[in-house]
């Protein structure tokens, strides 16, 4: 992990707070975009301030969002993410049915998210200039790893992610916009159809 980026492991009890639409979208904004009032995260999410402050309240109890002093703002208070990430382990929840079922509910999440912004890209893509409508890509690839070996690959891939996403944010670069990358890797079940992809993009 780059040394600049900072991660949360998630609790229990953190990952039961954050499995809510409003919770992780807050989050996430607050990520991506910095530090934000309740009422402009409530334009920017289409909802209300006393939603968006209710929400940031819970997230902040167990410690994801903090309140950021900002002198000369009057009234208005500012929330940071306190973290750069989350990551989690289902293992580190056995026993505790709550916390799985908010394992589940952020990976469901997670697909669903990732393919509306794929169906976004895909039905604009036409209209995107000619450098970006060549950058945005989808990959598969299959392969034989033991668990150990799939733990390197991630770790590895993520050092790379880390290295490229801080030196957009330390050092941005003209026509730099926002992109999404969503990385999944998924272990075959043993029952599961033998797969007829054999790397092919």
């Known amino acids: 992990m780059t040394e600049d980026v900072t991660q949360v492991h998630l609790s229990?009890?953190?990952?039961?707070?954050?499995?809510?639409?409003?919770?992780?979208?807050?989050?996430?904004?607050?990520?991506?975009?910095?530090?934000a009032t309740a009422t402009r995260l409530a334009e920017l999410l289409g909802t209300n301030t006393g939603a968006t402050s209710y929400h940031l309240r819970r997230l902040a109890e167990v410690g994801l969002v903090v309140e950021e002093e900002r002198p000369g703002t009057g009234r208005r208070r500012f929330w940071r993410a306190e973290h750069d990430m989350s990551s989690w382990r289902r293992s580190n929840f056995a026993g505790d049915p709550d916390a799985t079922a908010a394992v589940e509910w952020m990976e469901a999440f997670q697909v669903n998210r990732f393919v509306e912004l794929a169906g976004e890209w895909r039905r604009g893509v036409a209209d995107e200039p000619a450098e970006w409508r060549d950058s945005?890509?989808?990959?598969?690839?299959?392969?034989?790893?033991?668990?150990?070996?799939?733990?390197?690959?991630?770790?590895?891939?993520?050092?790379?992610?880390?290295?490229?996403?801080?030196?957009?944010?330390?050092?941005?670069?003209?026509?730099?916009?926002?992109?999404?990358l969503y990385l999944a890797a998924l272990p075959r079940r043993r029952d599961a159809v033998t797969p007829t992809e054999e790397g092919d993009r």
Request: hydrophobic letters at 40%; proline letters at 9%; aromatic letters at 2%.
């Open 12 to 35: 229990g009890r953190q990952i039961r707070v954050l499995a809510h639409p409003l919770r992780v979208q807050l989050l996430g904004r607050l990520r991506a975009e910095g530090p």
């Open 136 to 180: 945005g890509e989808l990959s598969d690839y299959f392969m034989e790893l033991t668990p150990e070996q799939l733990r390197t690959l991630m770790a590895e891939i993520e050092e790379v992610v880390m290295r490229h996403g801080l030196a957009g944010r330390t050092d941005p670069q003209p026509g730099a916009r926002p992109v999404s």
